[in-house]
């Protein structure tokens, strides 16, 4: 059994690195950790901070977590991060990943997150990208996997829809990002 999330959210953490020294919250069900101090956890908090990148990213979940590659769950909303950096992809076990109200603003970036196989949950908006005309069917195109986008579901309908613009796309129609 796993336990709940490692919760650092709140912390006024200026740098992921910078989590190294928080001590996460406790919540109802404590944290299970190993004989190393390492939690059991796959969910991991770092929302309501103040952090631009992702810069440490491994090092930290590895320093808190006994199965840091084993991360399901990560929730980095409302910071300041500008970009979905590729260390994200190094975490192939995520299913669920939310970005909410940070500066991200290339949607293209969205697309190296579908190397992520067991994705099916994103939120994205409250990002400069979400203004961007063909968000959403970018959004669903480049995740394959995807069952909710910003906690609104992608329905059977919505996917058909968005193949037949991602088509269109490819072949010069004028549904280009």
């Not at 961007?132 to 579901?153: C, E, F, Q, T």
Request: with cysteine; hydrophobic share 35%.
């Amino acid at each position: 059994m796993y336990s709940p999330p490692v919760d650092l959210s709140f912390k006024d953490i200026s740098s992921v690195t910078g989590a190294l020294t928080a001590v996460p919250r406790s919540g109802l069900r404590p944290l299970k950790s190993n004989s190393k101090g390492k939690y059991s956890s796959r969910s991991f908090r770092l929302n309501n901070n103040n952090i631009p990148d992702l810069v440490g990213l491994q090092f930290m979940l590895g320093h808190f977590l006994a199965q840091p590659l084993k991360l399901g769950w990560l929730d980095l909303s409302f910071n300041k991060i500008t970009c979905i950096e590729p260390v994200l992809c190094e975490l192939r076990e995520l299913r669920v990943l939310y970005l909410h109200g940070n500066a991200i603003w290339n949607l293209p970036e969205v697309d190296g997150l579908g190397e992520l196989p067991y994705l099916h949950s994103i939120t994205l908006h409250g990002n400069a990208i979400e203004n961007n005309k063909n968000y959403r069917n970018r959004v669903i195109s480049a995740l394959p996997h995807l069952k909710n986008v910003d906690y609104s579901s992608v329905t059977c309908a919505e996917r058909r829809m968005v193949n037949a613009w991602h088509q269109g796309s490819k072949h010069g129609g004028s549904t280009k990002q």
